[in-house]
């Protein structure tokens, strides 16, 4: 195996609470964990039928119920094209107003869940949005590629959506891709059409499984293995697989009774490493994590690494080291928002910038966006990362999911 991926899905009890565990392994290192609670569903990428509650006008934003009590937010600035099933009669969103929204984040952190008017439908190949109506690219995808796909995709153009090609596409080909298309805009039209005979709280759209999520984000060419030991599971991904006949890897059902899948692996294990304050590193250093309510600071130390020569060499060897291993721990943590990280200070400009440039190259591997914004006047590096789920460590502590 060129890149040894393999997608472990299993259930497993963490704090007295049952999950689905879906795990993305490279060479038995653990890259990747979601958690699925199995006592309630996740709401995240579902689309309802909501109701407008509250408008707050100074802080521009109203709350839309999706279900009896469950209020959500949603930031008026993002408002364009609405689809509204029941309208007021006003020109702006007012309470009382029904209109077609979608989970964008879950509930976190005591704050109630994020929900958009922009709809968008997501295949392995493209993304469909509403509100939009541009043809637009991936940014991890190269010139050449873009300009390739742009003269040879035939996708109509269309007033009332956009597509976003993602990834995958670079080596798909073009028939494939057309087809998803015609899919995803015959998913869209179907619900626009349907969705004004519905009632406040309907749910016009559930999201498919985070398993099934992994695998659609994952590029083709790096997914080697996909294993685990629930029938059902088994059976859903069997059928998925069927859509992408070129999807080359190997489907297993794990049925040893005397050693588990996730012993086999060391699930347990690794997700408890995960939640360490301290990860030390290979050179003698360490990191020390810390979520606040409002931000993620990482702190780099030399520890145990002494050097008594060419000290800022060794300063920048840890700090290289410490950057593969900070965007391992974002990604393997789901980390989010505002994160600032504290290197082991360095005197030239040079090693500064190759710090950025490997960050920045690490960070493209992350299938949720993440940008690193630069360097600061006390050599503080400032990341970002889209909020979209709960952190693991906030997500296995959560007392009533």
Known sequence: MEHGFTLLITKLILNNKNYLATALYQEKRLLEISLEYQDSQSILGNIYVGRVRDVVKNLNAAFIEIAPGVR?????????????????????MVQ????????IREKSKGKPPRVGTKLNFSGKYLVLTSENESLSFSRKLDAETKKRLKKTLKLEEKSEFGIIVRTNAAHAAVEEIEREYERLKQEYLNLKKTACYRTAFSCLKREMPDYLHVLQDMREEQMDVIITDEREIYEQVQMYLQQFPRQECTLKYYEDAILPLRKLYSLEMGIEKALHERVWLKSGGY?????????????????KSI?????QEHYLKINLEAAEEILHQIRLRNLSGIIIVDFINMESQENNELLLKTLRAYARTDRIPIQILGMTKLNLVEITRKKV???LLELIN???P
Do not use: M, R, W
């Open 72 to 92: 959500c937010y949603f930031d008026l600035e993002d408002l364009k094209n609405p689809l509204y099933v029941k309208k007021v009669n006003s020109p702006h």
């Open 96 to 103: 009382g107003d029904e209109v077609v929204v979608q989970v």
């Open 287 to 303: 990191l020390v994590i810390q979520p606040t309510e409002a931000l993620t600071v990482i702190d780099v130390n030399s520890g």
């Open 307 to 311: 050097a008594k020569k060419k000290v």
């Open 389 to 391: 789920k709960k952190p």
């Open 398 to 400: 959560e007392k009533n």
